[in-house]
């Protein structure tokens, strides 16, 4: 990536926080904030666990589209197959393992959860469990641990990569390579000093996730394609 690219960007993003009266993209704190306060893989109740860790007073586009329901899917993992998905769920939140590795296995999981939940609902018309483009397993993990993960979006990765003059432009998803790329764009942030104050003065401190996160990072790629 080109630093002259970066810089240029930087002070662009910054005039936008600043010129910004209300930020359309807040509501990924708040989902931020109701994944840490309710995640608990211990709860007597899992699925309504799960249910609460993703809630948003203004959308939830974040776990479901028009044809996109993976949330949806987790919940019905949850309630039939506990403990295999808790399993899952630890292995992919143990940063001790390499992130591709916890990745792999997680969607392999998935896979069988979603053979296995038609073999018992055979009237059901599910037939994905909508993980596969990566998206929520990236969401998982940026919820998860805030300061080394971010939410994933591959057309917009491939965009940022240009803007940003790489020469090797991603073909294909690659999530480790991605939360690469973001700490990096983190790290400029985070030395301009003064686009964390910029950022904080659109979020309200009892709604939204307070403290660092690689939302920023992903919020600046977000800025830099439209």
Known sequence: MLLAKIHSSIAAYKKW???TRHHP???KWESLQHFQANWNPDAADPVAMFDRCFQNSETRR???TEQWFPKKMML???RYYPQTVRLMFDDLFTETREVEGRIGRFLFGCDELLRD???DHPLSPENNHYHDDYR???LYLAFRYPESYAPYDFPAFQKAMAHFGA????QQNDLPRYFKVIRTLMTFLEKDGEIGSLM???LHPARHFQGKTLLLAEDFCRFVTT
Not at 167 to 170: G, H, L, S, T, V
């Open 117 to 119: 939940y038609r073999r």
């Open 25 to 27: 993209f807040v509501y």
């Open 136 to 138: 929520m397993i990236a």
């Open 167 to 170: 020469r090797d432009i991603p």
């Open 200 to 202: 904080k003065k659109h």
């Open 62 to 64: 974040l776990w479901q």
């Open 76 to 78: 019905e993992f949850w």
């Open 17 to 19: 926080l600043t010129d």
